[in-house]
């Protein structure tokens, strides 16, 4: 007879399983920001114990409680849909991540993925390093293993992220490096001394063009 734990995927006692269950649940009139709050510490427990199914290892989703009147059992039907928000346990953030879509011969979100390549500030969600990902590499090229694949999609999109931010950190750079440029012409041309000749005076406005030029360009960055 096969376990309720192996069932579930998750080592959870069934009092910890039935407060699984209702944990992605948002009460009614709660945000996700006080769902996430309320949910927090115990969430916290469940990760550090390994106590989380497969399917909410990477991310929580969450769920809100609607119920319908069944005029035929003459009693209320109730579900929990997914409404498009989850907790990235990356960054622990919410993220907005729209409606589930099939992607790698499963079920995901593509904005979860999305945020990952992109706004996600860890990157635990990956779970494979290089050296690893290497020999996953080489096996897959033998025989087709689903988990060997989507952990080197979960790799691929750690390396757009990486990407995306050494970018944003040479734009930052640039900005910087050019502000810094304008503040000491500024500076400059501010503190010019008096009694200027009319070539001096010439070419101080020369450096004012400069500067509005620089300004112009980083703007545009």
Not at 76 to 97: H, K, N, W
Not at 124 to 134: H, S
């Amino acid at each position: 007879m096969v376990s309720l734990s192996v069932l579930r995927s998750t080592n959870c006692t069934d009092v910890e399983w039935d407060e699984y269950v209702k944990m992605p649940q948002i009460l009614k009139g709660e945000t996700p920001s006080e769902w996430m709050k309320r949910i927090w510490e115990r969430l916290t427990y469940f990760r550090k114990n390994d106590l989380l199914p497969t399917q909410s290892k990477k991310y929580l989703e969450a769920r809100k409680l609607i119920e319908l009147w069944n005029k035929y059992r003459g009693n209320y039907d109730s579900y929990v849909p997914e409404i498009g928000i989850a907790i990235c346990f990356s960054c622990d953030r919410l993220v907005y991540t729209g409606e589930r879509t099939k992607n790698i011969g499963n079920y995901n979100h593509i904005g979860m993925e999305r945020h990952w390549t992109s706004h996600c500030t860890g990157n635990t969600f990956c779970g494979v390093n290089y050296d690893e990902y290497l020999k996953i590499k080489q096996k897959s090229n033998s025989t087709y293993n689903f988990d060997n694949e989507y952990a080197l999609h979960r790799y691929r999109l750690w390396m757009q992220n990486a990407i995306k931010k050494v970018e944003c950190a040479r734009e930052v750079g640039k900005k910087i490096r050019a502000c810094t440029i304008i503040q000491r012409k500024f500076i400059e041309f501010m503190y010019r001394p008096d009694g200027m000749t009319a070539k001096q005076l010439a070419e101080h406005y020369q450096l004012l063009w400069a500067v509005r030029e620089e300004m112009r360009q980083v703007n545009n960055v």
